[in-house]
């Protein structure tokens, strides 16, 4: 029998052992299928407002740097993201959780729903994440996301669905089958994963609502799968 003070009869401290909660094992699992993109970007040189006039040479165009995060949906290295991750980039590489980095191809997007395809070649077969279904999910429901914020790679916050089948807004374009969260969404987690505690992927994040602190959005599962579905045939 152990003593008051912690000790056995013995006199070796009893030491037990820290297993971690339900988030950490999923997180060791789901951090194989989630993917940290960086992309090169040019920016465009204006156009001169006095064509038929000299006008002196250009300046050099900036390099804009840009991150985001990507979920792997197939062993031999589809990837998902968000649209705007990718869109325009000159150069996209694809860091993988073993470390590797391979150079990343846009091989699909739908602009006006924010999703897109990647394909990179990896020597060593790949972990999807397991799909779920966003229209079985329900309010209330624990959620964790994982993703890349401000190029802090292995990121996860966790929270509720808030709301389901929103449709908003952003940039002149109506996204739709919107779940809402309370999970953090910072810029570089968009195109990572919403996970609910079964390990599935229920949605991608998308973007947080600015100057709303707590409102994040992630596009639902179902949606996005029946439009990667018509590329995939």
């Not at 705007?84 to 993988?96: D, E, R």
């Not at 996860?156 to 809402?180: A, C, M, N």
Request: aromatic letters at 6%; proline letters at 5%.
């Amino acid at each position: 029998m152990g003593t008051p003070n912690g000790r056995r009869k013995s006199g070796k401290l009893r030491i037990r052992r820290h297993s971690g909660g339900g988030f950490v094992r999923l997180f060791r699992k789901a951090r194989k299928g989630v993917v940290f993109i960086r992309t090169l970007k040019r920016e465009e040189e204006p156009q001169s407002s006095f064509p038929f006039f000299y006008t002196p040479a250009p300046e050099p165009k900036e390099v804009v740097l840009g991150i985001g995060t990507g979920i792997v949906l197939t062993r031999d290295g589809l990837i998902l993201t968000s649209e705007h991750v990718v869109n325009g980039a000159q150069t996209i590489f694809v860091k993988t959780f073993d470390g590797k980095v391979h150079r990343g191809k846009h091989v699909w997007g739908d602009a006006e729903q924010d999703v897109a395809l990647l394909k990179i070649d990896s020597s060593v077969p790949l972990a999807p994440l397991p799909l779920g279904s966003s229209g079985k999910s329900k309010i209330g429901e624990i959620v964790m996301s994982v993703g890349n914020p401000l190029g802090l790679e292995n990121s996860i916050t966790s929270g509720i669905i808030s709301g389901k089948h929103r449709k908003v807004k952003i940039s002149e374009r109506e996204l739709e089958d919107i779940i809402q969260t309370d999970c953090a969404i910072n810029p570089g987690s968009s195109g990572g994963p919403l996970i609910n505690r079964q390990g599935q992927v229920i949605g991608m994040n998308a973007f947080m609502a600015k100057n709303k602190n707590g409102l994040g959005f992630a596009l639902g599962i179902d949606g996005i799968l029946a439009r990667i579905k018509r590329y995939l045939k």
